[in-house]
């Protein structure tokens, strides 16, 4: 792939906060042989362009009782408003403009099954103009890697191997999909959610928020990381860093085949697979991104379908990503 207006140094910032969120500038700095004025201003330039953000992440199918949904939808000439409905839901944390099998895909995480079945049965089927809703029903996430393979793809572009930079691999990026399911304590989701806006606000800045010491805070953030529920990490807009092209599969394995997951993870330009049911009968939701049109059908055509008993049930061309959050419910 041709490198993009971000440069070596750039991504070298993104990999290194994509280990560790809350480095400090003055080490990263050290860590990059710049001036810390050089760090603040990358820093400040790829979070104001909307390239890189720095948040909390998890998976919520580690914590006990919460739920997750995909859903495509197809809506007839009044998207904008469909849109504006879905963005300002607090459960939807994810939603895309999409062309395919679906006019928009959005994600929502709920705490209860009765909180689920409202979303599907009445928030999703009052939209404006919304004609059909399809839903996959997350049962286990199996890739999640916060789009650390397309920051490495484009560290690899301006000639750095990732590793020589301490870049994290996807496996590594892979949140609390291992994790044992546990329930979640109230007041560890609110300091989740706290730390939405902005990962590295100031445990000080946090704690006003919601009224407990800067003491307490760190000691929930250090409870979360610990146990490998959450990582306070960079993670960025591929479609903003350059031409990248973005596209949702939805995958079913014919019997008696079990799907190879490891072969599927080690895709390149996989990067998420959730496995669920839904979406035309499809065992696997994945997520694509590949460096133009050319790479992601090649992609489809030599990797994904060359798979044993692997067959595509679903399809759907990311336009525009719209919403993109990890905010947990509280209950």
């Keep these: 792939m041709e490198p993009t207006g971000v440069d070596a140094t750039d991504l070298a910032i993104v990999a290194a906060l994509q280990r560790d969120g809350r480095m400090p500038l003055a080490a990263l700095a050290e860590r990059l042989g710049i001036s810390v004025y050089a760090a603040t201003e990358r820093y400040r330039r790829l979070t104001e362009s909307g390239a890189m953000r720095v948040t909390a992440v998890a998976n919520p199918l580690a914590f006990d009782n919460y739920c997750q949904v995909i859903v495509g939808l197809r809506v007839d000439g009044r998207r904008d408003e469909a849109l504006?409905?879905?963005?300002?839901?607090?459960?939807?944390?994810y939603v895309v403009c999409a062309l395919g099998d679906a006019d928009i895909i959005a994600e929502a995480v709920v705490y209860s099954n009765a909180a689920m079945d409202r979303f599907l049965k009445h928030d999703l089927r009052t939209l404006p103009g919304c004609s059909r809703v399809q839903v996959f029903s997350c049962g286990r996430l199996v890739?999640?890697?916060?789009?650390?393979s397309v920051v490495n793809r484009l560290l690899r572009a301006h000639g750095v191997e990732p590793a020589d930079c301490g870049a994290l691999t996807k496996r590594e990026a892979n949140v609390g999909a291992d994790a044992a399911v546990r329930a979640l304590d109230p007041r560890l989701a609110?300091?989740?959610?706290?730390?939405q806006d902005d990962g590295r606000a100031s445990y000080q800045t946090v704690g006003e928020?919601?009224?407990?010491t800067h003491t307490a805070v760190r000691g929930r953030i250090r409870r979360l990381e610990e146990d490998g529920l959450m990582r306070i990490m960079a993670t960025v807009?591929?479609?903003r860093l350059g031409g990248f092209r973005?596209?949702?599969?939805?995958?079913?394995?014919?019997?008696?085949?079990?799907?190879?997951?490891?072969?599927?993870?080690?895709i390149d330009e996989v990067t998420y697979v959730m496995s669920?049911?839904?979406l035309g009968g499809a065992?696997?939701?994945i997520e694509m991104i590949a460096d133009d049109d050319a790479s992601l059908w090649r992609t489809v055509d030599r990797s994904i379908r060359t798979l044993p008993g692997v067959e595509q049930a679903w399809w759907a061309s990311t336009v525009s990503v719209e919403k993109e959050s990890y905010e947990l419910a509280v209950r």
């Design 237 to 239: 807009s591929p479609m």
């Design 190 to 195: 609110e300091t989740f959610n706290a730390l």
């Design 209 to 212: 928020r919601l009224g407990v």
């Design 84 to 93: 504006a409905r879905l963005k300002a839901m607090r459960e939807v944390t």
């Design 276 to 278: 669920g049911v839904g």
């Design 283 to 285: 065992d696997y939701l």
């Design 143 to 148: 890739l999640d890697d916060h789009n650390v």
């Design 246 to 266: 973005q596209a949702f599969l939805g995958l079913a394995v014919r019997p008696p085949h079990v799907m190879d997951v490891d072969a599927l993870v080690d």
